[in-house]
């Protein structure tokens, strides 16, 4: 048997017991993270096993931010712990840690570039789960890899490896997150459909400003660590928004949609970035 497969078929057999056994899962989902980024994942290749591991992650990641909507509908978005929901339909998920969907995050980023490449990853309900997942978490590590999967994602490729519908593959990519945008606008019932990554930005950005201050106070270790992760999650999430806007075809596009990001918490977040907080950050 393919060992990518082999690998692929212990993430899926951890995530069938209800309530899920984390730690099982977690333990699967590094081994094949490290096997998809090892030059052994070349030699044994296969597009349809990459495409089942691309389905495999897809369903963890929107099982999981069902489960978090579920929860805080049900706790009326003070979400402290788990309950039972409605329909439990997804709350054997919802005890997942969010490390273990970064986990799945980077499995995905390994996939996007290989041969499985964007347009599989693209074609799969990944990119709308990722721009969802921005207002289910608060961790600042899972921020980092959704951003850079996401900036993955819209970036223009050196290598252009298919034309579909009248797109390049790498277009492909950058049309599912807008689409991504538009469903967690309805969803979330937003008034601009950036309000999801600007939300996320302003949040993180006021939380640093804050860690930055207390770090100047006590400089602990932990304290130090934080903000790290922090400054990280800052700068993967305005690399994203310069490449999405980069990856706009026209210069009127792109104008257009400067102007509709500007009109969100993104404008006060590049504000706050000037305070002299900042300065040696």
């Known amino acids: 048997m393919n060992h990518t497969q082999a690998l692929v078929n212990a993430v899926s057999t951890a995530l069938y017991p ?38 495999v992650m897809a369903h963890i990641l929107l099982c999981w931010v069902c489960a978090r909507a ?16 409605g329909d439990k339909r997804f709350d054997k998920y919802a005890g997942i840690p969010e490390e273990i969907v970064s986990e799945a995050i980077l499995c995905i980023l390994c996939l996007a570039t290989m041969g499985v490449g964007v347009m599989a990853v693209a074609e799969t309900s990944i990119p709308a789960s990722l721009v969802l997942l921005l207002s289910f978490s608060d961790s600042p590590c899972m921020y980092t890899h959704v951003f850079c999967l996401l900036t993955k994602l819209c970036a223009k490729h050196s290598v252009r490896r ?44 006021s939380d640093l400003a804050c860690k930055l201050m207390a770090h100047e106070a006590i400089a602990g270790k932990s304290t130090a660590i934080s ?18 806007i980069e990856a706009h075809s026209s210069s009127t596009d792109r104008l257009r949609v400067r102007s509709e990001l500007l009109d969100t918490a993104l ?13 040696q950050s």
């Open 70 to 85: 579920s929860q805080a509908d049900a706790q009326n978005y003070k979400v402290e712990t788990v309950v039972e929901t």
């Open 267 to 279: 404008y006060q977040s590049m504000k706050l970035l000037e305070a002299p907080e900042f300065e």
């Open 18 to 55: 209800d309530p899920t056994d984390s730690a099982k899962l977690s333990g699967a989902l590094i081994e094949l993270r490290r096997h998809l980024e090892s030059p052994l994942s070349l030699v044994t290749r296969h597009p349809v096993t990459e495409t089942n591991v691309v389905d």
């Open 227 to 244: 903000v790290d992760h922090m400054e990280k999650a800052v700068i993967s999430g305005l690399a994203f928004v310069n490449a999405f």
């Open 162 to 205: 298919a034309i579909v519908d009248s797109r390049w593959e790498s277009e492909t990519g950058f049309y599912a997150i807008l689409n991504g945008f538009t469903r967690a606008q309805t969803a979330l019932r937003l008034r601009n459909r950036f309000d999801s990554v600007a939300n996320c930005l302003f949040a993180l950005v």
